[in-house]
Structures are given as C-alpha cells and as structure tokens.
T-cell receptor, first 113, second 113 residues
Framework: GDSVTQMEGPVTLSEEAFLTINCTYT??????LFWYVQYPGEGLQLLLK?????DKGSNKGFEATYRKETTSFHLEKGSVQVSDSAVYFC????????????FGGGTRLMVKP | EADIYQTPRYLVIGTGKKITLECSQT?????MYWYQQDPGMELHLIHY???????EKGDLSSESTVSRIRTEHFPLTLESARPSHTSQYLC????????????FGPGTRLTVL
C-alpha cells in the first residue's frame, strides 16, 4: 500500500537558519503530493502541493519539488522565523483514490530567536 | 480561508457519557472526513463520507459512529465515552477531485476522565 515517511523531529533551528524536512513516499500510481502545517492548537492547513513530476510547490517562502526518480518531496525554506514553529505533515493522494490522503508521521519544528 | 467549523473546541467529560462532536462546512463539499490525532501527532482516518447518506469506516477502527443527513453537517458520536477515547479529533472536507486539498477544522480536544 501507499506510505509516506518523514524525518523524525523535533527539528530545532535558530531564526534565519535554512530548513529542510525530508519526505519520501511509496505509491502504486502517480500521486499528488502535499505539505500541510499545523500550528499549536489548530487544525491542519495546506502549505503547498504538487500534482505531477518535476512540479515545484511554493508558499510563504517554503518550497518542495516533486521528484519521481527519488520518490521524494522535501520541504525547504531559506530563512525560518519563530512564527514557522509548527508541526509539518507530508501527504500523498493517489489519482484514482478519490482524494484520500496518506499522511506521514509529522515533524515538529521549533525555531528559537 | 476554509469555512469548516468544529464544536466544542475542548470537552472534558466523565466515563460512560454520550457525546457528539459537531462538524459543519459551508463550502458545499461532497466529501467529509474524521481523523483522530494521537499525542505523538500521527493522524488516523476513522470515518469518511462521499455525500448525503454515505458513511464509511476509515483505516483505524473506532467505537464512534457518524451520520450524514445534510451535505454540510457530519457529526461524530460516542455512545459511551472511555478514557481511551481521549484524543484530538479533526474534521475535514473536500471536493471529489484527487488533486484537490482537504480543508481542516480547528479540532476538538476530548478528555475523558
């Protein structure tokens, strides 16, 4: 079956540091890939997505590129802020699965001033 | 901004009580979902619905039940709450398009004493 693997956290960075959160996936077809963010006490929000190979999703300074050859969708940001502290979830949706999401385990990011 | 609402946001209740967690969306989405999020952050799909009068069980077995009498409303009920039901419950909705995102509510944090 489908699966998503994320690097375990917590990831602790200083403000303005470079961020990478690794995400790899296993899927039988050609999935769409998503990054969701969950701020403390809130539900999940879509951060960015990519629907086909080599697509780059971007939002709020975050980027991720759909790499079919390495089955990866790593999240990056050039300069993190304290306000980026949250839990980040990588997810996939198979194109024939009617929008059912398979989530990774989540990675907690803590940014210190 | 997503228009999906959950009430209550926090609930502390004694063992054996019947509870209903409310979820409503104003986006006209056909699909709705309930997730259980454990303290380790991992998300587990417990119920979903394709539309009115449709309900399906998710990947994680749950003692809760759901109903979908109206498109916008997808309540979750526990007939007899137990401490093992203590968790965060997240509701989500989406269109029936595989590349589309799921929109999440803010969650209900349930504590059963």
């Amino acid at each position: 079956g489908d699966s998503v693997t994320q690097m375990e956290g917590p990831v602790t960075l200083s403000e303005e540091a470079f961020l990478t959160i690794n995400c790899t996936y296993t899927a039988t077809g050609y999935p769409s890939l998503f990054w969701y963010v969950q701020y403390p006490g809130e539900g999940l929000q879509l951060l960015l997505k990519a629907t086909k190979a080599d697509d780059k999703g971007s939002n709020k300074g975050f980027e991720a590129t759909y790499r079919k050859e390495t089955t990866s969708f790593h999240l990056e940001k050039g300069s993190v802020q304290v306000s980026d502290s949250a839990v980040y979830f990588c997810a996939l949706s198979e194109n024939n699965a009617g929008n059912m999401l398979t989530f990774g385990g989540g990675t907690r990011l803590m940014v210190k001033p | 901004e997503a228009d999906i609402y959950q009430t209550p946001r926090y609930l502390v209740i004694g063992t054996g009580k019947k509870i209903t967690l409310e979820c409503s969306q104003t986006m006209g989405h056909d699909k709705m979902y309930w997730y259980q999020q454990d303290p380790g952050m991992e998300l587990h799909l417990i119920h979903y619905s394709y539309g009115v009068n449709s309900t399906e069980k998710g990947d994680l077995s749950s003692e809760s039940t759901v109903s979908r009498i109206r498109t916008e409303h997808f309540p979750l009920t526990l007939e007899s709450a137990r401490p093992s039901h203590t968790s965060q419950y997240l509701c989500a909705s989406s269109r029936y398009i595989s590349t589309d995102t799921q929109y999440f509510g803010p969650g209900t944090r349930l504590t059963v004493l």
